[in-house]
């Protein structure tokens, strides 16, 4: 998954966590959709730079995918299932085949155009994704699935309470994300886990 934010001069920053802020535009990519997400207050310039990059993040993939444009405060499917754990963030530090003529120098930092994807990550997470469907669980113990592994990323070595996974589950239930999407969030999401990929206060 790589996190980035959209200046207002059409620059992409790698951010390593989400703070949803109304005045800005943020990039997602989870290397199966990428997301652009607007803030209420963001410019419409800033809003159609983000619109561009993600197009062009999109174009230099062998395969490209579905581009979502989410606007704040009507958020949906899986990328409301997964706002949390964008707002406690990840590490950056997986390892991606670095492509240098998908570079440019904007300013004093490296901004990237790169989609930034691993493709044996990209492979990793579709096998356990697969892997994870053909075990055929109902939807509600994949949501509480899901549930219970955001909260070890948000909390850490604090056990989650029942309740807490209940409140969880219904939230990932009540954003009407696929069966699919389930299965790749929770295969992402354990692979990360695995790879100590998440960000750490």
Known sequence: MQLYSVSENGALRKIIKVDFAENKVYLIDDLKTI?????????????????????????????????????????????????????????????????????????????????????????EITVAAH??????????????ELAETQLIILKGKVKASEAEIKKKTKEIYKSSSTYEEICWLLAELKILIEKNSFYKD
């Not at 809003?47 to 490209?64: E, H, M, S, V």
């Not at 469907?133 to 509480?144: I, N, V």
């Open 35 to 123: 997301y652009l997400w607007v803030g209420l207050k963001a410019t419409k310039k800033k809003k159609n730079f983000g619109i561009k990059k993600a197009n062009i993040l999109n174009d230099k993939r062998k395969n490209t995918v579905k581009i979502q444009i989410i606007n704040q405060n009507k958020e949906f499917g899986a990328f409301l299932a997964m706002m949390d754990i964008l707002k406690k963030g990840i590490k950056q530090n997986l390892p991606i085949k670095k492509r240098p003529e998908l570079y440019i120098e904007i300013e004093d930092t490296m901004e990237l155009i790169d989609a930034g994807l691993d493709p044996d990550l990209e492979a």
């Open 131 to 144: 892997n994870i469907s053909q075990e055929k669980k109902t939807y509600d113990e994949l949501c509480r």
